[in-house]
């Protein structure tokens, strides 16, 4: 057996003693603690994906150990939120008592979390929800965190839901929650770059962890120039409403520099340099355990919808009236007009960025990987992909000829956006060119014949100076 296999299946299987090993380290050191447990977190989606080709009872092991976590850190927190510290070693004894009754009595039920996709949903809500309760204890522990802090608390009873969101993205919009969903998913994104055989896919996804850790949250949060970012162009890393409000002061280099670095970049290297580098959301749905949530572009019935590279009218409507909105709500901030208390671009950012992306996140089993490629909601991406599509990036191929013949049609079914028609382009043209094409290039780390090659503003250069040399 694979001696890497081999380790995570002792981690899995001994997976309580650990847990133990944890609540006793969560007795000294609570802080380091959670990032320990973090890091366990990620081994175990590891160890899950190393098992997903067959039935077994890791999944349902994954489940235990995660509510039992969850268990911990909630108790944490609101021990922290209420005062109330007593709580604490009850939750540790329940703990203590699951475990040594999992060592006795293990596991048998079996499942596969690929083809059931309740089980795969479970595992992500339940990995957001941890990362959700360490991060908010975290942030009280520091003394830093108002529980409102996001939109601000509203005393209306029909305003109760918003409430919750505000709570909800005060702790999403955090840097400490930034920190923690990176270290769990950093651990499978090491995994994934192990595999990867493409020295290109390698540079790009060590390219991605390093802008996800210096440009979102270094930069604009811990950095000597934090307060600075604003006026920088290229730093307005989710568009409108990122830092501020639509002011004067900043407009032109900050506001106005981004949206036109970006657009120049997305023309020359198409929109991966925003949607498989720079952005946070590819490092959140590219690890290896994420990866493999693409199977349910084709088994689940809303990713289904979304698969190849046609723009469906729902998808036009969706990104038309996101970007009408947007820009009426620009128009607004600019204005200094206000909705429930909030700058208009700064509540639609953060309530896509900080509350609707993650709900897409735990439900990728029911709308398959990239929803937010393949809905058109996020403007951002769309922005980018609009400039990525009149550019010169493209996928080609050396040889058509090996594409007609091509028995496995790899290349469709690695892509995780579900682009499955790019072979009938290869055939016809040579090449293949869509709006929703991020540029992930795991069609080009599957395909058989390394027959796949990515075209942008390097190609064009070389062939450039090659015809001026003949």
Not at 192 to 221: D, G, Q, V
Not at 263 to 288: E, N
Request: hydrophobic share 50%.
């Amino acid at each position: 057996m694979n001696v890497k296999v081999t380790i995570f299946h002792y981690i899995l299987d001994r997976s309580y003693v650990f847990l133990l090993f944890i609540l006793f380290i969560s007795l000294i050191f609570p802080i380091v603690s959670a990032f320990i447990s973090l890091i366990f977190v990620g081994l175990l989606f590891q160890g899950i994906y190393l098992r997903r080709q067959s039935s077994t009872n890791s999944p349902y092991i994954v489940l235990e150990i995660l509510s039992i976590l969850l268990l911990i850190y909630t108790v944490q927190f609101f021990a922290y939120l209420l005062k109330i510290t007593d709580i604490i070693p009850l939750s540790y004894s329940v703990v203590i008592f699951l475990s040594l009754y999992r060592l006795k009595r293990g596991i048998k039920k079996k499942t596969n979390y690929l083809q059931n996709s309740k089980i795969a949903f479970a595992l992500l809500l339940l990995a957001f929800l941890l990362s959700w309760f360490i991060s908010g204890f975290l942030d009280l522990s520091q003394g830093n965190f108002s529980v409102f802090g996001q939109f601000g608390y509203f005393s209306y009873p029909f305003l109760a839901f918003m409430n919750f969101i505000s709570a909800f993205a005060s702790v999403t919009a955090s840097p400490w929650f930034m920190i923690d969903m990176g270290i769990w998913l950093g651990v499978i994104g090491i995994f994934r770059i192990i595999e990867y055989n493409k020295i290109e896919n390698k540079i790009r996804y060590l390219l991605m962890m390093f802008a996800y850790a210096f440009y979102s949250i270094y930069l604009p949060t811990f950095s000597p120039i934090s307060s600075e970012v604003k006026y920088i162009p290229y730093m307005w890393f989710n568009g409108l409403g990122t830092y501020g409000p639509v002011k004067s002061s900043y407009l032109l280099d900050g506001i106005i520099g981004t949206f036109t670095v970006t657009a120049i970049l997305s023309f020359m290297f198409g929109s991966r340099q925003i949607c498989s580098v720079t952005c946070t959301a590819p490092y959140m749905l590219q690890g290896t355990f994420l990866n493999s949530m693409k199977n349910y572009n084709r088994s689940s019935k809303v990713g289904r919808k979304t698969l190849t590279s046609r723009i469906s009218s729902w998808y036009k409507w969706i990104m038309a009236i996101t970007w009408i909105s947007l820009l009426i709500l620009a128009i607004l901030s600019y204005l200094k007009f206000s909705i429930l208390g909030n700058d208009p671009t700064m509540l639609y950012t953060s309530l896509y960025f900080n509350v609707i992306w993650y709900f897409q996140f735990m439900l990728m089993p029911f709308l398959g990987n990239y929803a937010c490629v393949n809905n058109g909601i996020c403007a951002w991406g769309s922005f980018n992909q609009f400039f990525g599509y009149l550019g010169l990036f493209k996928l080609k191929v050396r040889d058509p000829k090996k594409c007609l013949t091509c028995k496995t049609v790899d290349c469709a079914y690695a892509c995780p956006v579900g682009l499955t028609d790019m072979r009938a382009s290869f055939i016809k043209k040579g090449e293949f060119k869509s709006f929703k094409c991020i540029g992930v290039g795991d069609c080009l780390e599957v395909c058989p014949y390394n027959n796949i090659t990515f075209y942008d503003a390097r190609s064009w250069i070389k062939e450039k100076f090659t015809l001026n040399k003949l």
